[in-house]
């Protein structure tokens, strides 16, 4: 069982290492912004399975808070993109 645990935790890194190419080479920013949340969740899955391999459920916190840290950062980029700003201010007053 460990065994499938440690190949599935070497495959989730070279996952993230694919990934981490459409970041820098990207043909444009929402291509890299996914990709950015696909590091997220391979990130997420990372210590979910090293939670697994430690037997502790010590990361569950960490998994949780990276989860809406990245879910935060996501909604962000993609208003900023498209709208230009991600904090309305009302110019009407």
Request: proline letters at 2%; a negative charge; hydrophobic letters at 60%.
């Amino acid at each position: 069982m460990m065994t499938f645990i440690w190949i599935c935790l070497i495959l989730v890194v070279l996952s993230m290492i694919g990934i981490m190419y459409r970041v820098f080479r990207g043909p444009s920013i929402p291509d890299r912004l996914i990709a950015l949340d696909g590091i997220g969740v391979m990130l997420i899955s990372a210590i979910a399975l090293l939670s697994i391999l430690f037997e502790t459920t010590f990361f569950i916190d960490v998994i949780l808070l990276i989860a809406v840290m990245s879910f935060i950062g996501t909604v962000s980029f993609s208003k900023f993109i498209e709208k230009g700003e991600i904090i309305e201010h009302d110019r009407n007053r």
